[in-house]
C-alpha cells in the first residue's frame, strides 16, 4: 500500500492506526517493523499504540533504519566478516579512521593538496547511500579534487579494510551491511522475511536509494508493506533522498494499492487554495487536492517591501501586532530558504527586544565560518588582540596551539601587523608547510591594513574569502556552498559601515544582546526562525515567509525547479491561520550596486484571487542599534569612585554618572 498523505492531513495517525489494525487482527508485534526516520517518531507512534489497544505492543520493531539496521547485524555478523560484538564508529572516529587510511595510501608529503578527512567521509557517505559514481560525487560536491578520483578510490577501499579488520563499522555499513546480508545470503534473507511479515515505512519520500532497496529485499511473497509519505514533501536531495522511490513506486509494485489523504485538519481555506495552486505546477507528482476540515478567510498576503531592511521591520512590526491581537511569540514563525537570509531579521528584531530561536543553526554571528573571517578584521583594528590572532593563524597549515603562541611571542608588543610584515618566515625555526602559511598571512595582511580598505569593511571580508577562505572552507567544512553565501551576506551587511571599527562595534553589540535573553514575555516564549528544510514537520499559527524573489527562493544554485516549488508549498502549509509572504524589491548587491529583484516565479504563477497584494513604503533607515533603554542613572560601583574626582559635581551628584 502506498499512503499519500498530504500535508496535515494525519500521517503519524494513519500508521498508529494501521499498526493497531494489524495487531488487532491477530498478527504478533513482532512480527511488525515499523521504520521511522527518529527515534523520537518511533516512540511517539509505538506509545499511542499502547493506548489504543489492549495487548502489548512492546515487541514491536520499531525505530530509525539504522537502529533496525544494527538490531539485525548483531545477528548476523558473523556472516559479514565481523563479529557479534563489533563497535560503531561515530562521525569524529569515522574522520580519525579515514585519515588514517589516507595515510597509507599516500604516506609522503603529497606534492599537491589532497582532501581532509572530514570531506572525504562526507564523499563516502553519499555515494554509498546514494548509490551515485564516485566521479559524479566529486563533480558535485568537490570539483577540486575531480582529478584525483582514483586515488580517492584508494583510499575508500583501505577504509573499508580497516574498518573490518578492527571489527568497526560507520553509520552508512549500519544500511550497506543490511543490504548486503538480504542480497548475498539468501537463508538469512529468508528468516528475516519470516521474522518481519509487516514492514510499515514513515517519510518514505525521505528514502534514499539504499534504504528502498533495503525494504524491497526485506518483503516476503505475501509482500506485506505499507509506505506512508507525500511526494510533494520531497525536499532533501541534497541529503540524498530519492524523489523515484516514492513516484516511482506503482512501477516497481504494480499490485499495490494507493490512498490519497487530503483532508487538511491544520490550515484555513485560503491557506490551502493557495498551496492547492502552486503544486499544480509541477508535472511530476501524484495529483492531490487538500480540502480544508477547518473554517476562516483569512487571505495570504504578498508583500513587497522596497529593501531587505524595510523587509525585517515589516516583518518585526508585523509580530508585535500579531501579538497585540492575542498570539504567543511561540505561535509565530519567520522561514526562508537560506539561513544568511535571517542577517537582517535578526538585527531588527534584536534592536525591537523580540526573543527568538534559530532552528536553523546558530545565530549568524555565531557561526565558525563567520567568526574565523570576523577574527582578521578584529586583528586589522586591534593588532593587540591575541585571540583573534590565534584563531586566524591556526587556519593556516602547520600552526598548532603551540607554534601560534610562539609565533605571538614574536609580534606582541607595539605595532603586530608591522612586525608581522617585518618578519622573515624563512629566518623562523618553522616548518616548511608553517613557512609557506606565514608568507601568505604576510602578503594578505599587507594588502588588508592599505589604507583604502580601512574603510571599506565589506570589501575586506571579500578579500579574505577570496585569498584563502573559499579553498580552506570547501576543504574543511561541511556545507561549505552554504557558508561561503553566508559570508558574501555577510559583506554586504558591513558594507554601509563607514570603517571596521564601526563594523565590529555593531557586530559586538549584537552577540552581546542575544536576542533570547530580551523581554517582553516569559523565558520560553520566543519567534521562531527557520530553513524551510528544518521547519518540515512542524506548524505555527502564524507563517512569515520572506525573500520570497528570484534567485533567492528559488535559490540561484537550484538545479531542479520542481525540488524547489515543493520547497515553497512546505512553507506555506506550515501556516494555520495566517500566512504572509514577503520580498524585498532591491538589494544591494557586492559591487554596491543596488539591484532590482524579480518576484519569485512561485508568486508570479499564483492566480491573484489566491492572495492580498501590499506594498509597503520605504522609511529612512535607523542610524544604528538602539539597544539600551532611553534615560536612566547609573550609580558608580564604590570600588570604582575616586577621591581625586571634582568636588564641584561635573560627573554627577553623589558619584552617579549620566
Known amino acids: 500500500m502506498l499512503a499519500l498523505a498530504g500535508a496535515g492531513t494525519g500521517k503519524t495517525r494513519t500508521l498508529v492506526y494501521r499498526t493497531c489494525r494489524l495487531i488487532e487482527d491477530g498478527v504478533p508485534p513482532a512480527r511488525i517493523l515499523l521504520l521511522t526516520f527518529t527515534n523520537k517518531a518511533a516512540r511517539e507512534m509505538m506509545g499511542r499504540v499502547e493506548q489504543l489497544v489492549e495487548r502489548g505492543t512492546t515487541r514491536v520493531t520499531g525505530g530509525t533504519f539504522h ?13 559479514l566478516g565481523y563479529t557479534a560484538r563489533f563497535s560503531i564508529l561515530d562521525r569524529e572516529d569515522a574522520c580519525e579512521l579515514m585519515g588514517a587510511a589516507l595515510a597509507d595510501i599516500s604516506p609522503e608529503v603529497p606534492s599537491r593538496r589532497t582532501p581532509r578527512a572530514r570531506l572525504l567521509v562526507d564523499l563516502y557517505s553519499f555515494v554509498i547511500n546514494t548509490g551515485h559514481d564516485l566521479e559524479a560525487a566529486l563533480s558535485d560536491r568537490a570539483p577540486q579534487f575531480i582529478d584525483q578520483g582514483e586515488m580517492i578510490a584508494r583510499v575508500f577501499k583501505r577504509y573499508l579494510e580497516r574498518k573490518r579488520n578492527a571489527d568497526l563499522m560507520d553509520f552508512d555499513d549500519l544500511l550497506l551491511n543490511w543490504l548486503l546480508l538480504l ?7 529468508q528468516e528475516l522475511r519470516e521474522r518481519f511479515n509487516h514492514i510499515l515505512v514513515d517519510e518514505y519520500q525521505d528514502t534514499n536509494r539504499l534504504q528502498a532497496d533495503i525494504v524491497d529485499a526485506m518483503l516476503g511473497p505475501e509482500r506485506n508493506l505499507m509506505v506512508v509519505g507525500d511526494d510533494a514533501q520531497s525536499i532533501y536531495a541534497f541529503r540524498g533522498a530519492d524523489f523515484e522511490n516514492i513516484i516511482g513506486f506503482p512501477e516497481r509494485h504494480p499490485d499495490c494499492t494507493v490512498f490519497r489523504l487530503e483532508t487538511n485538519y491544520r490550515s484555513v481555506p485560503p491557506i490551502l487554495r493557495l498551496a492547492n495552486s502552486s503544486i499544480t505546477h509541477n508535472q511530476h507528482q501524484f495529483e492531490k487536492l487538500l480540502r480544508p476540515a477547518r473554517s476562516g478567510e483569512e487571505v495570504p498576503q504578498e508583500v513587497a517591501a522596497p529593501t531587505p531592511e524595510a523587509q525585517a521591520k515589516y516583518v518585526a512590526d508585523g509580530i508585535l501586532e500579531l501579538r497585540e491581537e492575542g498570539f504567543e511569540l511561540e505561535d509565530v514563525a519567520v522561514l526562508y530558504r537560506n539561513h544568511a537570509h535571517s542577517l537582517e531579521l535578526q538585527v531588527e528584531l534584536t534592536r525591537r527586544n523580540i526573543p527568538y530561536r534559530v532552528r536553523s543553526g546558530l545565530r549568524f554571528f555565531e557561526n565558525r565560518h563567520v567568526k574565523d573571517v570576523l577574527a582578521h578584521l578584529r586583528f586589522i583594528d586591534n593588532p593587540r588582540d591575541e585571540v583573534a590572532f590565534a584563531r586566524l593563524i591556526k587556519l593556516r597549515d602547520g600552526f598548532g596551539p603551540r607554534l601560534a603562541a610562539r609565533l605571538w611571542e614574536q609580534l606582541s608588543g607595539a605595532e603586530p601587523v608591522r612586525r608581522l610584515e617585518r618578519l622573515e618566515p624563512q629566518n623562523l625555526a618553522l616548518p616548511r608547510s608553517a613557512r609557506s602559511s606565514l608568507t601568505d598571512l604576510k602578503a594578505l595582511f599587507t594588502q588588508l591594513a592599505a589604507p583604502s580598505l580601512l574603510d571599506q569593511p565589506g570589501e575586506v571580508v571579500r578579500r579574505i574569502v577570496e585569498s584563502f577562505y573559499r579553498e580552506w572552507a570547501r576543504a574543511h567544512l561541511e556545507n561549505a556552498g552554504a557558508r561561503l553565501d553566508d559570508l558574501e ?11 571596521i571599527s564601526a563594523f565590529l562595534s555593531e557586530v559586538t553589540l549584537l552577540n552581546d544582546l542575544s536576542g533570547e535573553d530580551a523581554a517582553p514575555g516569559p523565558p520560553d516564549e520566543m519567534v521562531t526562525l527557520s530553513t524551510v528544510h528544518q521547519a518540515k514537520g512542524i506548524e505555527w499559527r502564524a507563517v512569515f515567509v520572506i525573500w520570497l524573489a528570484e534567485g533567492r527562493f528559488p535559490s540561484f544554485r537550484a538545479e531542479d525547479e520542481e525540488e524547489e516549488r ?13 500566512l504572509l509572504l514577503v520580498r524585498p524589491q532591491i538589494a544591494r548587491d557586492r559591487y554596491r550596486v543596488d539591484a532590482l529583484l524579480d518576484p519569485s516565479r512561485f508568486l508570479l504563477e499564483l492566480p491573484e484571487e489566491v492572495r492580498e497584494l501590499v506594498t509597503i513604503e520605504e522609511e529612512n533607515p535607523p542610524d544604528g542599534l538602539d539597544l539600551l533603554p532611553p534615560g536612566g542613572r547609573y550609580q558608580l560601583p564604590a570600588f570604582l569612585s575616586s577621591d581625586s574626582e571634582d568636588e564641584d559635581g561635573e560627573d554627577g551628584e553623589d558619584g552617579e554618572v549620566n
Open 67 to 79: 537502529s533496525a539496521g544494527h538490531r539485525i547485524l548483531r545477528r548476523y555478523a558473523e556472516l
Open 183 to 189: 542480497t548475498r545470503f539468501p537463508r538469512a534473507r
Open 489 to 499: 551576506q555577510l559583506a554586504i551587511f558591513a558594507d554601509p559601515y563607514p570603517d
Open 566 to 578: 515543493r520547497l515553497f508549498y512546505v512553507a506555506a502549509t506550515r501556516a494555520r491561520d495566517r
